[in-house]
């Protein structure tokens, strides 16, 4: 397996040469499974110019994919934190599943009342068109709910609202 290759040369003289070789060649071919051991092994090493790069390439239930693996190890929507980069770069039509995902980050994040409005500002203005559309009212309700036990306000989160509140609208 891709995974299991790539175990096999690390720290080999000849590491970074194979995995630009794999990494071109899994871009071309759109090799699903060997862009995903690549980008996981990027994670690891900390590469983020390659695992963007592998990011865009990946078909977008993929990206879904990861973008949930990182949420549940990292669940930070913060501006500097690889979740939110990669949830930047996804400008399609969300799953149910990525956006229930997300609402939990968001509800819970919330909850622990520690983030800065200013952290996630831009990723929350970048999101609201990408949620799914089925689920608006569900994440309207659950996201309200969170914001209004919130001890002051997060205008961040108030404009998201009001944003997915309109497309709700629109989609009645």
Request: net charge neutral.
């Amino acid at each position: 397996r891709p995974a299991q290759i790539l175990d096999a040369v690390q720290k080999h003289e000849w590491e970074e040469a194979l995995l630009e070789g794999w990494s071109r060649a899994a871009m071309r071919e759109q090799d699903e499974e060997w862009l995903e051991a690549l980008m996981n092994l990027r994670a690891r090493q900390g590469k983020m110019p390659q695992l963007f790069q592998l990011f865009a390439e990946l078909p977008n239930p993929a990206k879904e994919k990861l973008i949930i693996s990182l949420m549940r190890e990292n669940p930070n929507l913060s501006y500097d934190q690889s979740p939110s980069t990669f949830l930047s770069a996804c400008r399609f039509s969300w799953s149910a599943e990525l956006s229930t995902a997300v609402t939990t980050v968001i509800c819970w994040t919330l909850q622990k009342g520690d983030m800065q409005p200013w952290r996630w500002e831009k990723l929350l203005r970048d999101i609201a068109p990408f949620l799914h559309a089925a689920s608006l009212q569900t994440t309207i309700e659950r996201i309200g709910g969170a914001l209004k036990k919130k001890t002051g306000n997060d205008p961040s989160v108030s404009g998201l609202l009001a944003v997915l509140e309109l497309r709700l609208a629109m989609r009645r």
